[in-house]
């Protein structure tokens, strides 16, 4: 098969698909087991930021599927030619929350492909633009950016995370293990296989454990500024991820107030020895 080129790749700018889903309360209630919350008490209000990631689920058929878990590339998504594949970071708008029971129409376009070669070799960026809307009504908009790279050579060590340059003001620990992963895959519909085949992800992947997900992480910034800010409503949000994190890190998470900006929030993710993997920022208003 011929490498398609980054010409061809682009092609596949503006192309756009759209789902409409009524969000069921059972998703909530699960997600809420997992992060061991009172899911009741979630249904009849607005959802957490982020939790809109348990709807509109792929589902692509069994045969659809690559090695690696994840729909074959090549239908809405460009066939990019590196295999591993990421969810790089994003950014979101929140408009209004989304109540269970509401029908919400989400539009996803794609709207860059671009190709980078740097001192870790070759990458692909895909960026993805979601529009969630309820009756005609805009309640939050999402850049999406996945990143593709290359198999590691066998035996290529894992490079260092980056150090933590803040000082928390408040935070959490907790481990990321085997069960959590498993669960947070299975209410995300995510087959790739780096978070729950400890087998695939060593040898074939190269990494040394299970890779906790990028929208975990995400998820687990926003929970914790939830939990010590139940007044505030996040307005804005942007992550990145910077370094993997794997099961058998203690998975550290932190915030604390941007000292130039009012209103905004840092915060990040990171392991037990001052090596981040993920940072990220909120703006909210009381």
Known sequence: MTTPTLEQLRAWIGRSETRTE??????????????????DALIGKPLPPLWHWLYFLPRAPQHELGQDG???????????????????GGELTFTRGLRVGETVTKTSTIADVQYKAGRTGELW??????????AGETALTERHDIVYRAMPEKGQPQPPRPRVAY?????RTLQADPVL?????ALTFNGHRIHYDLD??????GYPGLIVHGPLQAMLTLELLRHERPGARVKRFGFRGLAPLFHQDTVTVSGMDDPETRGRVVL???DGDGGQAMSAWAEVEA
Request: no cysteine; proline share 9%.
């Open 22 to 39: 009524t969000l069921a309360a059972e998703p909530v209630r699960a997600l809420a087991a997992t992060f061991d919350l009172d899911g």
């Open 70 to 88: 994840h729909p074959a590339l090549g239908g809405f998504l460009p066939p990019v030619p590196l295999p591993r594949r990421m969810w790089a």
């Open 125 to 134: 960026f895909v960026t993805v633009d979601h529009v969630f809307s309820v």
């Open 167 to 171: 000082t928390a003001q408040f935070g």
């Open 181 to 185: 992963l498993f669960r947070f895959s």
């Open 200 to 205: 695939y992800v060593r040898d074939v992947e």
């Open 268 to 270: 990040w993710t990171g």
